[in-house]
């Protein structure tokens, strides 16, 4: 699998309670691939705060010390404000295929937030599939990329 991504690095996942089940089905599915990863929990459906996963998985790629992350909570939009609140950060949530791609293509996203309550389980493979293999474009949206951190 070619992907923009050093996949020598563990990929950071996590979630929160309504994410679990289908974080671990992303597992599965990593290591069916064969990547490493990094599982930042929950590590059951019980329920729980979403900031306690996203921020470590946030601080890992923002660090370097992972290939890019993977979040899921019920609507994403939980996890992808925590994330986003790392400078390094450019967390995009995705119900779709389209969607992750666009992320990686024009934003340059390195976390990917999927919002479990909205989406079909095999759908998540494809989303993450489709985000770990998809460049950034550069040229112009590199221009807008390069505008998103605060400077204050």
């Known amino acids: 699998m070619h992907s923009p991504f050093d996949l020598h690095k563990p990929i950071a996942i996590g979630s929160d309670h309504a994410g679990f089940d289908y ?9 069916g691939k064969g990547l490493p ?3 930042f929990g929950t590590h059951s459906a019980d329920a ?4 306690d996963f996203a921020h470590p998985v946030a601080t890992t790629v923002e ?4 290939a890019f992350g993977i979040l899921i909570c019920g609507s994403a939009n939980g996890v992808a404000i925590t994330a986003n609140k790392h400078q390094g950060i450019r967390a995009a949530i995705c ?3 389209e969607l992750a791609k666009l ?8 976390i990917i937030c999927i919002p479990a309550r909205f989406v079909r389980e095999g759908d ?4 993450v599939s489709i985000f ?16 998103i951190a605060c400077t204050v």
């Open 23 to 31: 974080k671990e089905d992303m597992i599965s599915f990593l290591e």
């Open 37 to 39: 990863f990094t599982d």
């Open 48 to 51: 729980v705060d979403y900031p």
């Open 63 to 66: 660090k370097g010390e992972a």
């Open 95 to 97: 119900w779709g295929e």
């Open 103 to 110: 992320s990686r293509q024009h934003n340059n996203a390195n």
């Open 124 to 127: 998540v493979e494809k989303m």
């Open 132 to 147: 770990m293999t998809t460049a950034f474009e550069g040229g112009r949206h590199a221009d807008r990329v390069n505008k």
